[in-house]
């Protein structure tokens, strides 16, 4: 990806067109992204209705964040954070 650091590239999810048939490749640091934000989530005994809720997503987003299906911005992240009152470092963690 041209003008992306290596880094930046892994925050993208890469869809690609096969035969006619749509295929998703996960990428390893949405899909650990999303282990972190499951883990911080049923640690603070909150569900994924109650924090779509309070970051004003659909719990199909939050469902989809967590199975490391869809990359969130940086805003998201950022109402995700507030909204498990957790840490950037533990958001991040092994990504």
Same mark, same amino acid.
Request: glycine content about 6%; overall charge positive.
């Given at each position: 990806?041209?003008?992306?650091? &290596?880094?930046?590239?892994?925050?993208?999810? %890469?869809? %690609?067109?096969?035969?006619?048939? $749509?295929?998703?490749?996960?990428?390893?640091?949405?899909?650990?992204?999303?282990?972190?934000?499951?883990?911080?989530?049923?640690?603070?005994?909150?569900?994924?209705?109650? $924090?779509? &809720?309070?970051? &004003?997503?659909?719990?199909?987003?939050?469902? &989809?964040?967590?199975?490391?299906?869809?990359?969130?911005?940086?805003?998201?992240?950022?109402?995700?954070?507030?909204?498990?009152?957790?840490?950037?470092?533990?958001? %991040?963690?092994?990504?």
């Amino acid at each position: 990806m041209e003008g992306h650091s &290596e880094k930046a590239s892994h925050w993208l999810a %890469f869809v %690609f067109r096969n035969a006619g048939t $749509l295929v998703e490749v996960k990428d390893k640091t949405l899909v650990a992204l999303g282990r972190n934000l499951h883990r911080i989530r049923v640690a603070s005994g909150t569900t994924q209705e109650k $924090l779509a &809720e309070r970051a &004003e997503l659909s719990r199909r987003y939050i469902q &989809e964040l967590e199975a490391g299906e869809k990359g969130p911005t940086i805003p998201t992240l950022a109402r995700l954070r507030v909204a498990l009152r957790t840490t950037w470092e533990d958001i %991040f963690r092994d990504c």
